[in-house]
Nanobody, 129 residues
């Protein structure tokens, strides 16, 4: 049973940058590279949406159209930590951001909520002047 914990989000001005991290623990005889990982977000009054993902083994990455070119997903397998680097933030990026991991469907990327096995609790990112 994996546990995922996001770093604290925060308040950022439009055009600013922020890096989220997500520490993953609870591995047995596997590690982060054995899972598909991803980031989702839920804006106020909207449904949760997929932001980005890396498939198992790092073979494939994917970004939502709205964040392509501005967000970068990465991971450090040795530290069992995933990251989401966000630059050129916009008002519409305001949301609760969740990290996620998929086991049996780890090769699926883009990642849908249906294949996620483990979720972080979420962290709020507010883009405001």
């Amino acid at each position: 049973q994996l546990q995922l914990m996001e770093s604290e989000g925060g308040l950022v001005q439009p055009g600013g940058s922020l890096r989220l991290s997500c520490a993953v623990s609870g591995f047995n005889f596997d590690d982060l590279d054995d899972y598909g990982i991803g980031w989702f977000r839920q804006a106020p009054g909207k449904e949760r949406e997929a932001v980005s993902c890396i498939s198992r083994g790092g073979r494939r990455t994917n970004y939502a159209t709205s964040v392509k070119g501005r967000f970068t997903i990465s991971k450090d397998n040795a530290k069992n930590t995933m990251f989401l680097q966000m630059v050129s933030l916009k008002f519409e990026d305001t949301a609760v951001y969740y990290c996620a991991a998929a086991s049996s469907a780890g090769s699926v990327c883009p990642m849908s909520e249906a294949v996620v096995d483990y979720w972080g609790k979420g962290t709020l990112v507010t883009v405001s002047s």
